[in-house]
């Protein structure tokens, strides 16, 4: 009886011995595990041949490639996606973009770019969702409207803007230039050089106004108007080109 006792007691003294020494092994085997992963990053092995850039539109994809080229210059497992990401992030271009790794040596990005609207005072673009941006003069469209208005009403004059072109579409008047002055008074200039002054009171009671008589007052006769003035309580002014 007194043997029996004796083992059991032994067999219970083992067992956190037994469950010290894997633990021990895993512990092992996971510092060797991060060792060897650190040594693959830190070096060139699975070196990147390709690099695929997806959504480029106004946007230069040498810029794109400047910013990568110093990034992806370590092997596969060194590239770090996220740094990528941030740093494509920054150019005035993107508006969102994804950046993965493809085995065994490509990264792929792909590129949301803004939506220019319009050009913005003297150097930037005005996006669809209100965002001024400044990327190289090189870059920008053709044709946008130009914008110009005090910082901080970028939404208001997207707003205006959008309601205006509409109520003008029965004309076929284009927007060349829409301008919120330091007053709140409202300017267009449309295309063929005609200015329609449309004053900060009434807005677009007076541009429906415009529409409503344009026919009958200015006609084919749009490139010899200089400038129309709405800011009359009960009618409108019409001022035309000297002709010389």
């Given at each position: 009886?007194?043997?029996?006792?004796?083992?059991?007691?032994?067999?219970?003294?083992?067992?956190?011995?037994?469950?010290?020494?894997?633990?021990?092994?895993?512990?092992?085997?996971?510092?060797?595990?991060?060792?060897?992963?650190?040594?693959?990053?830190?070096?060139?092995?699975?070196?990147?041949k390709q690099v695929k850039v997806y959504g480029v539109n106004h946007l230069a994809e040498e810029e794109v490639?400047?910013?990568?080229?110093?990034?992806?210059?370590?092997?596969?497992?060194?590239?770090?996606?996220?740094?990528?990401?941030?740093?494509?992030?920054?150019?005035?271009?993107?508006?969102?973009?994804?950046?993965?790794?493809?085995?065994?040596?490509?990264?792929?990005?792909?590129?949301?770019?803004?939506?220019?609207?319009?050009?913005?005072?003297?150097?930037?673009?005005?996006?669809?969702?209100?965002?001024?941006?400044?990327?190289?003069?090189?870059?920008?469209?053709?044709?946008?409207?130009?914008?110009?208005?005090?910082?901080?009403?970028?939404?208001?004059?997207?707003?205006?803007?959008?309601?205006?072109?509409?109520?003008?579409?029965?004309?076929?008047?284009?927007?060349?230039?829409?301008?919120?002055?330091?007053?709140?008074?409202?300017?267009?200039?449309?295309?063929?050089?005609?200015?329609?002054?449309?004053?900060?009171?009434?807005?677009?009671?007076?541009?429906?106004?415009?529409?409503?008589?344009?026919?009958?007052?200015?006609?084919?006769?749009?490139?010899?108007?200089?400038?129309?003035?709405?800011?009359?309580?009960?009618?409108?002014?019409?001022?035309?080109?000297?002709?010389?």
């Amino acid at each position: 009886m007194v043997h029996g006792r004796t083992r059991k007691r032994q067999s219970h003294i083992q067992l956190p011995w037994r469950q010290g020494i894997k633990i021990s092994f895993l512990i092992l085997m996971l510092i060797v595990s991060i060792f060897f992963v650190n040594k693959i990053k830190e070096t060139n092995q699975f070196p990147i041949k390709q690099v695929k850039v997806y959504g480029v539109n106004h946007l230069a994809e040498e810029e794109v490639q400047h910013v990568m080229t110093p990034l992806v210059s370590k092997g596969f497992f060194a590239v770090e996606v996220e740094s990528i990401k941030d740093q494509i992030s920054q150019l005035p271009w993107v508006s969102d973009v994804s950046v993965r790794r493809v085995w065994p040596d490509q990264v792929i990005v792909s590129i949301s770019e803004r939506k220019p609207i319009a050009l913005w005072n003297e150097n930037s673009l005005l996006s669809s969702n209100g965002e001024i941006f400044s990327p190289n003069a090189n870059t920008f469209p053709k044709r946008l409207p130009h914008f110009v208005g005090p910082e901080g009403e970028q939404i208001h004059m997207l707003e205006f803007y959008s309601r205006i072109d509409h109520t003008l579409r029965p004309l076929h008047l284009k927007i060349a230039q829409l301008e919120l002055t330091p007053y709140l008074s409202w300017n267009v200039i449309f295309d063929s050089g005609m200015i329609v002054h449309v004053g900060y009171k009434d807005v677009l009671t007076r541009i429906n106004h415009f529409v409503k008589v344009y026919q009958k007052i200015v006609g084919e006769r749009g490139a010899n108007v200089d400038y129309v003035d709405l800011r009359y309580p009960n009618g409108l002014a019409v001022r035309w080109k000297t002709v010389t």
